[in-house]
């Protein structure tokens, strides 16, 4: 069994520790001042049923970071175990948008079609996360489809087998 006592020195096997944690993967989607932009992001939660909140934190060294943490409006998609690709490309290239099944919704946010499942988002409030930002916000229309999900742990994507997988 591995230990670690997290420091300045210790990044990265404390990153390891937790990349043990499994995580589901989403792509964020926001308008900016650039037009249509995405990035992929783990990290991801429910914060609350009433009122419907959900959080999540952009890395304040992403060049993307200023467009999301300022964002009034986003939209966050969790990413099916067959959407691999989607993810990997908006992990490289926030306007990574050619190619994608996406319309604008009413509010101007991109929303890509087809994902597992997709929240539309107001900001509520941020703060300060260490190298992150804290994003919550509420949840104006959620919809979702059936499916298996993409699967982050220990630096991969995978997939995980539901129990009435075929695969």
Request: glycine share 8%; net charge negative; proline share 6%.
């Given at each position: ?74 939209a966050i998609h969790v990413i099916g175990a067959e959407q691999a690709e989607i993810a990997s490309r908006f992990s490289r290239n ?54 298996a999900p993409l699967v982050f742990s220990q630096g991969q994507m995978g997939r995980f087998a539901l129990p009435d997988d075929a695969?």
């Amino acid at each position: 069994m591995a230990e670690v006592v997290p420091g300045p020195n210790t990044q990265k096997a404390f990153r390891d520790a937790l990349g043990r944690f499994a995580t589901g993967v989403t792509v964020v989607t926001t308008h900016s001042e650039i037009g249509p932009l995405g990035i992929t992001a783990n990290s991801f939660a429910s914060v609350s049923l009433d009122p419907p909140l959900v959080l999540w934190s952009p890395a304040k060294h992403s060049r993307r970071y200023h467009a999301f943490a300022e964002a009034a409006d986003f939209a966050i998609h969790v990413i099916g175990a067959e959407q691999a690709e989607i993810a990997s490309r908006f992990s490289r290239n926030g306007t990574a948008f050619d190619g994608c099944d996406w319309a604008p919704s009413d509010r101007g946010v991109p929303l890509l079609n087809g994902c597992l499942a997709r929240f539309e988002c107001s900001t509520v409030t941020t703060h300060d996360g260490g190298d992150h930002r804290i994003v919550i916000a509420r949840v104006l229309r959620a919809t979702w489809r059936d499916g298996a999900p993409l699967v982050f742990s220990q630096g991969q994507m995978g997939r995980f087998a539901l129990p009435d997988d075929a695969d």
